[in-house]
């Protein structure tokens, strides 16, 4: 059975139509990347799936649940999002520990779980940094482990490493990649960038391929 | 860069608005002056204020009234513009408030001596004649006739039944510190119940539902159920009101609505006086004068429902079948109320509004 | 932008300075020294009563601002997030409430409540929370709109509840602007006059109006001075903590704007519903029953107040000794006055301020200072000041308007200096290699863009002027009343057709008021003025 399951959504804003009886189907562990340019619904696909923004018709199934009514906070979904969004008011450290703050680790373990996923994520020892401090690449890299520290069922990478440089952006993708096989984890990867899907994702699909 | 220029038009303008608004009479004569009163002052319509022009007419010198509020603010005002007055004859300081209006350096003498033929009993409060008395009466506890008939209770007869529960949210006195009815009511209760029980008189008052108001004609016009009004039953008022009810009632009317309760009266004069630094001190001296004549203390009763100090007035009938003159109301000497004064209305402050 | 020659900088300073010095500072060292001078201090700080007046205005304002701060986080929510139909409308209707003279908003709850009700504590810090909910609206609303609607769906991605995501994500960053409209709101309230003296019972006293109550009613103008040095010190300390406060929480965000949408699921378009509604309930009710109230006379309905408006019969002959006509034209006067001294005295200081770049900070500070101070303070100093040859002005027409206009500058310089400054120093730099001398290339090229603010400026003194309340309540004379003070003494005549007529007079002040903002805010520059007078010079 696949692990997640988009079945033919619709979603319009105002006078556009977005995604139009789109279906995807991942299975468990796959790195699946969707392609497609800018406007075709990418995002708001992974919006969808995550719950923050609901479809107009169609169902998301994730591991067997319906999820069409769940609130994104239980959804389990991990998202990265392209601008990050980092929370400015908080350490590097109390960044990546949030999630598991939410489902009520008590303090000392959840530090240790962070600096260990900093130094997974190749920023051992910035824990106490600030946000505001970080660079493009050392952002990225924390969103990720933010992300990942939770351990969701699935994880959603919103265009993730468009706009690096290109250095920067042959590094990440090679250490994503790597990351995503150790932890035989779910994940969508969303871009524009063929090559990019190719290094990190396992299967591509195109937009036109997921709406009808 | 052409734009228009609003702001000539604007100052042109204002220029205009400026030279009509400075008021400067120091023209020609007659010299107009300006008589400042409480706001229980008729400034129109009435005989008195016939009697003033008639003043005018005869003398060259405009009388204009200026009404400043009720007493306490009269005063305050007074003092806060000592030297440089609001107007130049001030009516209506009683005896409760003089020794703060003399303190404080509101009045200046005239240039000769006015009032000097009234009876001694009431110039004596004012020594040295900076200001002269211009009329007498009672403060007294008013209750509607009409009112306790039908509701079948017993009106009240002294102090000491205001607090009972039976005249519970019946009672309208004014606050002391801006009404000088109100300060009288208090100084009769201080008179009553001495230095250390009128303190728990008004905490007592207070639970049993007294309701206060600022000035005289708030609460007799505004609350006072015998004068028209749909508050209270009970009021401190004057021991002339009853008359000035049963005058101008309409229908007319031969008995009395509204009586008095004797043993709560005590005893108010007022005073008139010249402002000091007024710019008109000769004119201000000339109306004085008037204010204590025969022909003006001639319309007080009827219009102010006081009595005239000049002992040469002949009383209306109406005002002697009516008025209720007590056989003897209370007072509180002149330097007991200048020591104490300000003591007693923050006392009364915390204790009634606080 | 060309340094303008030394003796036409002076030359421009010195008209406001002298008039700042005069008519500002002279009074509060004369209450100052007035206060610490024989035992004064010592005796009305030993009275129980004074502590209790302090302690009052204490608790009334902390819980007037924390009040207004929960009420407030709603609309500054939707206003903040999303486009909806009547968006526009409500943040005009919230503005419009904070532009009300205070006796207005008094006369406004006053109306809106039940008898029995409408005297209470409880209605004063209402009136409160309505009255400034345009602060928490239009300070943390802005703030709030830059934070991306993202952040949010990324905490709850990991797990946040919405609650959660509120108190940790939200409230964390919208913090500094929290902090800002407290201290605000928290100014405001602490010297609260006319809306505790329209609404508040007579034992309902905060420290501003048991000053005038000492000084205006009791004539115990020691004990006043007093406390309005306590006053004053009180105010300065909570000042210093807020900035203090501030400071600590104002941290660079970086964070790109988003965009405010329609509210989508129908759970966010009854949530945004629901706010709409309540916010426009909440603050349109007192407007309109100040409105209603005009009508209802003690005879029922009917628009007698309106008709005898300025007939002031108590009985045959007794008036109340207000005049409500001749208020409005001493209103009028008062302002025009007001608005000339104003624009004038801001136009060179600003032209000051701008040309003197470094130097002109003490000027551009000392012209803000009278913002932080009360009306009622300075009201007050100026009466106890100019009360003896050879400057005893207490009876001269000019007074009044220059109180007012001392309230008023601080936002007529504050409209002209940022335009000044902007002024492109290439038009500076034209002119000179033209040949024109620094003063003649700032006539030529700056003075022309002082129309549009001083005009902004000229409408927020007359605003402001119209509607004063607390230093006219120490400065005017029995026959030159205004109509706030009219409105106040007209209101006080319960269940008489004097206090419909008060109502009546009230609308019409409010009309006026709302009119000139509104006519104003069109330009836009309002916005950017509010927030750079919230944030003092820069």
């Given at each position: 059975m696949a692990h997640l399951s988009v079945d033919n959504v619709d979603l319009s804003f105002e006078t556009t139509t977005v995604l139009t009886g789109a279906t995807l189907t991942v299975d468990q562990g796959e790195v699946v990347a969707v392609l497609g340019p800018s406007g075709s619904g990418k995002s708001t696909l992974l919006r969808v799936i995550a719950g923050i923004t609901a479809p107009d018709a169609g169902t998301v199934t994730l591991s067997g649940d319906d999820l069409t009514h769940v609130p994104t906070h239980q959804r389990g979904v991990g998202m990265v999002f392209q601008d990050n969004q980092l929370f400015p008011h908080l350490t590097v450290g109390e960044n990546v520990?949030?999630?598991?703050?939410?489902?009520g680790i008590p303090a000392v373990e959840r530090r240790a779980t962070a600096s260990d996923w900093l130094a997974r994520v190749g920023l051992a020892g910035f824990d106490s940094r600030q946000v505001s401090a970080l660079s493009g690449g050392e952002a990225k890299r924390v969103a990720l482990a933010r992300t990942l520290a939770v351990e969701p069922r699935i994880v959603l990478l919103d265009e993730p490493l468009t706009g690096l440089d290109r250095e920067l952006h042959d590094r990440l993708a090679r250490d994503v990649s790597d990351l995503l096989a150790d932890l035989a984890i779910t994940a969508i990867l969303v871009t524009h960038d063929p090559d990019e899907a190719a290094t990190i994702a396992v299967r591509s699909l195109h937009m036109d391929d997921i709406n009808e | 860069m052409t734009r228009r220029k609003p702001a000539s038009a604007a100052v042109a303008l204002m220029l205009v608005v400026g030279?009509?608004?400075?008021?400067?009479?120091?023209?020609?004569?007659?010299?107009?002056?300006?008589?400042?009163?409480?706001?229980s002052f008729p400034d129109a319509e009435t005989s008195m204020n016939e009697a003033l022009q008639a003043f005018s007419s005869e003398t060259g010198i405009a009388v204009e009234i200026l009404v400043a509020g009720d007493t306490g603010t009269m005063l305050s005002k007074a003092a806060l513009t000592v030297g440089n007055p609001e107007g130049d004859v001030m009516w209506g300081i009683d005896n409760t408030f003089l020794s703060?209006?003399?303190?404080?350096?509101?009045?200046?003498?005239?240039?000769?001596?006015?009032?000097?033929?009234?009876?001694?009993?009431?110039?004596?409060?004012?020594?040295?004649?900076?200001?002269?008395?211009?009329d007498f009466g009672d403060v007294c506890i008013n209750y509607?006739?009409?009112?306790f008939a039908d509701a079948d209770i017993?009106?009240?007869?002294?102090?000491?039944?205001?607090?009972?529960?039976?005249?519970?949210?019946l009672l309208a006195v004014q606050n002391p510190a801006t009404s000088s009815p109100g300060l009288a009511f208090l100084l009769a209760t201080i008179d009553e119940f001495g230095d250390d029980g009128w303190q728990d008189y008004w905490t007592a008052l207070r639970s049993n539902g007294v309701q206060v108001f600022n000035g005289w004609t708030e609460s007799y016009y505004g609350s006072f159920t015998g004068a028209g009004g749909s508050g209270r039953p009970l009021v401190v008022s004057y021991g002339s009101s009853p008359t000035a009810e049963v005058i101008f009632a309409e229908p007319a009317r031969k008995e009395a609505l509204t009586a008095v309760i004797e043993s709560t009266c005590f005893r108010q004069v007022e005073f008139a006086g010249i402002l000091a630094g007024t710019e008109h001190p000769n004119e201000a001296a000339q109306l004085l004068e008037f204010l204590v004549g025969e022909t003006f203390q001639a319309e007080l009763a009827l219009n102010l429902f006081v009595y005239p100090t000049n002992s040469a007035v002949e009383l209306p009938q109406e005002f002697i079948d009516f008025a209720v003159v007590p056989e003897s109301s209370r007072s509180v000497g002149p330097e007991r109320i200048d020591a104490n004064r300000s003591n007693w209305i923050d006392t009364w402050t915390s204790l009634v509004l606080g | 932008m060309s340094a303008l020659p030394r003796r036409v900088i002076a030359a421009l300073s010195i008209p406001p300075s002298v008039g700042l010095a005069v008519f500002y500072v002279w009074p509060l060292l004369t209450l100052l020294f007035r206060a610490i001078d024989g035992d004064a201090v010592q005796t009305t700080l030993g009275r129980r009563a004074t502590w209790e007046v302090a302690w009052f205005t204490l608790w009334q304002a902390v819980v007037s601002t924390l009040m207004t701060l929960v009420v407030g986080l709603a609309p500054a929510y939707i206003v903040a997030r999303f486009n909806f139909r009547g968006r526009q409308l409500l943040l005009g209707l919230i503005t419009a409430l904070f532009v009300l003279p205070t006796v207005v908003m008094g006369a406004a709850f006053l109306a809106l409540l039940p008898d029995g009700m409408n005297q209470s504590i409880a209605a004063v810090i209402a009136a409160h929370v309505v009255f400034n909910l345009a602060v928490v609206v239009r300070t943390v609303g802005p703030l709030w709109e830059q934070l991306p609607s993202d952040m949010e769906g990324a905490a709850a991605t990991l797990g946040a509840s919405p609650w959660r995501v509120f108190t940790m994500i939200t409230l964390p960053l919208i913090r500094p602007a929290l902090v800002a409209a407290s201290s605000i709101v928290f100014i405001f309230t602490f010297t609260s006059f006319g809306v505790v003296r329209v609404i508040g019972a007579a034992g309902t006293r905060t420290l501003e109006v048991e000053v005038w109550r000492q000084a205006i009613q009791l004539g115990d103008i020691r004990t006043a001075v007093v406390l309005s040095i306590l006053q004053m010190?009180?105010?300065?300390?909570?000042?210093?903590?807020s900035s203090r406060a501030q400071r600590r929480y104002s941290q660079p965000l970086g964070l790109e704007p988003s965009a405010r949408r329609m509210p989508q699921r129908g759970s966010e378009r009854r949530q945004v519903a629901l706010i709409g509604f309540t916010s426009f309930a909440v603050c349109g009710a007192p407007l309109f029953a100040l409105a209603a109230r005009s009508f209802s006379t003690p005879s029922g309905w009917s628009i007698a107040a309106w008709t005898q408006l300025g007939r002031t019969e108590v009985r045959p002959g007794i008036r109340l000794g207000i005049d409500p006509l001749d208020a409005v034209r001493n209103s009028v006067e008062n302002a025009l006055w007001a608005t000339l001294f104003a624009v004038v005295i801001g136009a060179l200081a600003s032209l000051a301020i701008a040309a003197a770049r470094n130097t002109g900070r003490f000027l551009d500070v000392g012209m803000m200072l009278p913002v932080g101070t009360s009306a009622v303070t300075i009201g007050f100093g100026m009466l106890?000041?100019?009360?003896?040859?050879?400057?005893d002005w207490r009876a001269e027409w000019w007074l009044v308007p220059i109180g007012h206009a001392l309230v008023a500058v601080p936002f007529v310089v504050r409209a002209t200096v940022g335009v000044l400054r902007s002024v492109d120093p290439q038009l500076h730099a034209a002119a000179a290699t033209l040949g024109a001398s620094p003063t003649r290339a700032w006539r030529t090229v700056v003075v022309p863009f002082l129309w549009r603010p001083l005009t902004v400026g000229a409408t927020l003194a007359a605003a402001i002027s119209l509607g004063e309340f607390g230093a006219t309540s120490f400065l005017s004379r029995s026959d030159s009343e205004t109509v706030p003070i009219a409105i106040e003494q007209l209101l006080g005549r319960t269940g008489s057709l004097l206090q419909a007529q008060g109502y009546a007079m009230a609308t019409v002040l409010a009309v006026v008021t709302i009119a000139l903002v509104a006519a104003v805010d069109r330009s836009h520059q309002l916005r950017t003025l509010a927030r750079s007078t919230v944030n003092g010079p820069n």
């Open positions: 520990a949030f999630g598991l703050k939410m489902v | 030279a009509c608004s400075s008021d400067d009479a120091s023209t020609s004569e007659p010299a107009a002056i300006t008589l400042v009163t409480y706001d703060r209006a003399l303190n404080e350096g509101i009045f200046e003498p005239a240039a000769m001596p006015v009032g000097a033929e009234l009876p001694p009993e009431f110039t004596q409060l004012s020594p040295d004649g900076l200001a002269v008395p211009v509607d006739l009409a009112w017993k009106p009240p007869t002294s102090l000491s039944d205001l607090i009972d529960p039976v005249y519970s949210d | 010190v009180m105010l300065a300390a909570v000042v210093m903590c106890i000041t100019f009360d003896q040859a050879p400057y």
